[in-house]
């Protein structure tokens, strides 16, 4: 027993040094998979070292309930699944008040102990014949309880004096062992994204700090909610969602766009947040960023947005191009008036049934060159001149305004947004009926109408195989793209293929397959396909894989790179980000962290990145002042309804509610108070439903 017992304890030291080296074996959520309450009692973060008062009080409960044993066993030998009984484990965590972390290696141990032959009628014995076994349980327990508290420590050490406090890092990364002569010919930009040199920036008017002005912590930038989409390419970034998504009654869809904030002056000279300023003596951080995108009138266009696409290809007449949610057709604006810069582009008749017969359609959209490319779930991926379908006039009048790379903002349409937005406000509830029965009149209309006459049709179309689903579809170049397969449920006769392509625009075929996927995988961005010739991807499950472009085949493989949620599985993505000497990898997914991967071979996690209680929803890349953007999604915001407040689905009381404006930390937080060095909530707080909108701007060293 014992040489199994320590096999097991060498098992347990390699997985601590996964990604998730402060959570349970992956094996342990099988434990408790059947329920979903003891599942977020068993994945809450280790805090402090538990107290001897609570390492005792489980073992008491343990001695007095040797019936938990009968629920522990191997069900399959091969994979390694493991069950347990959830009621006595909720009973324990939550009627008995046990530490849940103390929880965890209990279960842990005595999984270990049976492995190793212990029988279940072992633990059931008289403590006077069981006492040598259960001596040698406790200071086995006792021994994985001090190797966590070790490893929390380590992972709290940063590698950098500079290095933010709101990140744990991986002991075992590259950067612990590089020598002082490796580190002086490293690349600085990939250094400081390797050990997670932040900028300091000034603390805002609710934050405290140990006698610091200022914190490596991102800067929230307030716009609206994200979550029909989020694009960056140059300085623009293109965004969709709802304006009011804190609002249960009301819904209003919206396409916008900023530009990246340049601050007048290095952000650890700015006095406070409200200093932050553009040359222009703009505020940068107090007010939304976003401009909404408006019809040949002025008025804003409230279009229902699945995909936006930043084009800033022409610098001095960047656009906004938006796939209409509601129909299947795309629309294009420009990014400096605000205003449409073309006739929408229509997607083939079978993509836009079948955009209105599903319900979050996922479409695709993208630009190679001069040519717009779009997917929608058919076997085919359709293309559109950009010249052509702009037209002189349009292009003309899209040049005309304000040349877009400096952010500015022309003043009438600020006086004009707020104007809107305070009538909007004020209007009453006959006013919003009204309204959205207008919106359902117009939808029909046009819906109804034929589809060759919604807009201008592709110039031609690349075909795969007949029972392929389009996807994500990403540039790689100016003459190709990465194709994958729609992921999650496919349309009704079509096979979810999990091969990527890589399609020649120019010649209209496909050039390539990358084979490797166990399903169809997501797409983001794809920044490193011509300096490094490495695309990325990822699948539902957590999976990454790297491909090198010369190859066709993976060349490195990521695994767990985020925490797969329960039940309805990804919406998860993996951001390449190009250094002149390296490539590093931030991964995103539903558990409120951003990770960062180091490429170096082998592959390693460096470090989990706090987002503040926010779910990332995407990630994007600011190449001039080195910052990544994470659009978020505040799932612990409290939304408004006709007769009150609700949270997690939930009416929130008073007392509940002053807590909030207390700064409490939200009580379903994926992760403790204490699980960062550093405090840092955005989720919380007086201003909790400005947060819901915000995207964080991470400024690295450079």
């Given amino acids: 027993m014992e040489a199994a017992l320590e096999n097991d304890a060498e098992m347990a030291r390699d997985r601590d040094w996964s990604p998730d080296f402060l959570l349970p074996d992956p094996r342990m959520l099988g434990v408790v998979f059947q329920d979903a309450q003891v599942v977020q009692m068993f994945k809450e973060p280790r805090g402090e070292p538990p107290s001897d008062e609570a390492i005792n009080a489980v073992l008491r409960w343990g001695r007095s309930n040797p019936e938990v044993t009968e629920y522990v066993h191997e069900a399959d030998a091969d994979s390694g699944v493991l069950f347990a009984g959830t009621e006595v484990l909720k009973a324990a965590g939550q009627e008995h008040q046990l530490s849940s972390a103390v929880l965890v290696e209990f279960v842990s141990t005595r999984l270990a102990f049976a492995r190793a032959g212990a029988d279940v009628a072992d633990f059931a014995r008289p403590r006077s014949q069981g006492r040598e076994l259960w001596a040698a349980f406790e200071g086995a327990l006792r021994g994985r309880l001090a190797a966590a508290a070790q490893r929390r420590e380590e992972a709290r050490r940063a590698p950098h004096e500079d290095s933010a406090a709101i990140a744990l890092y991986n002991p075992r990364a590259h950067f612990h062992f590089a020598s002082d002569a490796a580190r002086a010919q490293t690349d600085p930009l990939l250094d400081a994204l390797l050990t997670c040199r932040l900028e300091p920036r000034p603390l805002g008017w609710r934050e405290e700090g140990e006698g610091a002005r200022t914190v490596r912590q991102p800067l929230p930038l307030h716009g609206y909610a994200t979550g029909g989409g989020f694009d960056v390419e140059g300085d623009l970034v293109a965004v969709a969602g709802d304006q009011r998504v804190d609002e249960i009654r009301a819904s209003r869809p919206y396409v916008g766009c900023w530009f990246v904030p340049r601050p007048a002056k290095p952000l650890r000279e700015c006095g406070s947040l409200g200093d932050v ?74 993509v836009q049934e079948a955009t209105r017969e599903y319900m979050n359609f996922r479409h695709g959209l993208t630009r190679c060159g001069g040519t717009l490319v779009g997917s929608g779930g058919t076997s085919s991926v359709y293309l559109w001149d950009i010249n052509a379908a702009l037209g002189g006039a349009a292009a003309a009048a899209s040049s005309a305004g304000d040349p877009g790379g400096s952010g500015s903002i022309d ?130 499950c957590g999976t990454a894989l790297i491909f090198d472009l010369r190859t066709c085949a993976p060349a490195i493989v990521l695994t767990r790179v985020f925490e797969r949620e329960l039940l309805f599985g990804g919406d998860g993505g993996v951001l390449g980000v190009p250094t002149s000497s390296g490539v590093v990898a931030f991964t995103f997914g539903h558990d409120e962290l951003i990770r960062c991967w180091d490429l170096r071979k082998p592959a390693s996690h460096a470090y989990t990145l706090s987002t503040g209680n926010l779910r990332v929803t995407n990630l994007g890349w600011h190449a001039p002042t080195a910052s990544l953007l994470a659009a978020t999604d505040n799932r612990h915001a409290v939304s408004h309804g006709r007769y009150g407040a609700y949270r997690y689905g939930d009416r929130e009381s008073d007392s509940e509610s002053c807590d909030e404006e207390g700064n409490a930390w939200p009580r379903g937080a994926k992760h403790s108070a204490g699980f960062f060095p550093e405090r840092f909530d955005a989720s919380s707080g007086f201003d909790s439903m400005m947060h819901r909108r915000d995207v964080l701007l991470y400024p690295f060293v450079h």
């Avoid at 960023?289 to 008025?299: E, I, P, Y």
């Avoid at 266009?301 to 007449?317: G, K």
């Avoid at 201008?456 to 003459?479: C, Q, W």
């Fill in 411 to 540: 003043d009438d349409d600020d006086d004009a947004e707020e104007e809107e937005e305070g009538r909007e406000e004020d209007s009453d509830e006959s006013d919003e009926d009204g309204a959205r029965t207008a919106e359902r009149e117009r939808k029909r209309a046009r819906t109804a109408a034929p589809a060759e006459s919604r807009g201008r049709a592709p110039v031609a179309a690349v075909a795969m195989e007949d029972d392929f689903s389009a996807g994500d579809v990403e540039r790689l170049s100016d003459t190709t793209l990465l194709l994958a397969g729609l992921s999650g449920d496919v349309p009704k006769g079509k096979v979810g293929y999990t091969s990527l392509r890589v399609v020649d625009v120019g010649a209209q075929r496909v050039a390539s397959v990358l084979p490797g996927h166990a399903e169809a995988p997501s797409l983001s961005r794809q920044l490193c396909a011509e300096s490094h010739q490495l695309a990325f991807s990822v699948e539902s």
């Fill in 277 to 350: 300023v553009d040359a222009s003596g703009r505020a940068l951080l107090d007010t939304p960023l976003v401009r909404r995108m408006r019809d040949a009138s002025g008025k804003a266009t409230p279009l229902l947005s699945s995909r936006v696409l930043a084009d800033a290809s022409n610098v001095a007449a960047p656009r906004v191009w938006a796939v209409d949610g509601a129909d299947g057709t795309i629309a294009g604006f420009s990014a400096a008036t605000h205003r449409p810069v073309a006739a929408p582009l229509a997607f083939p008749p079978e």
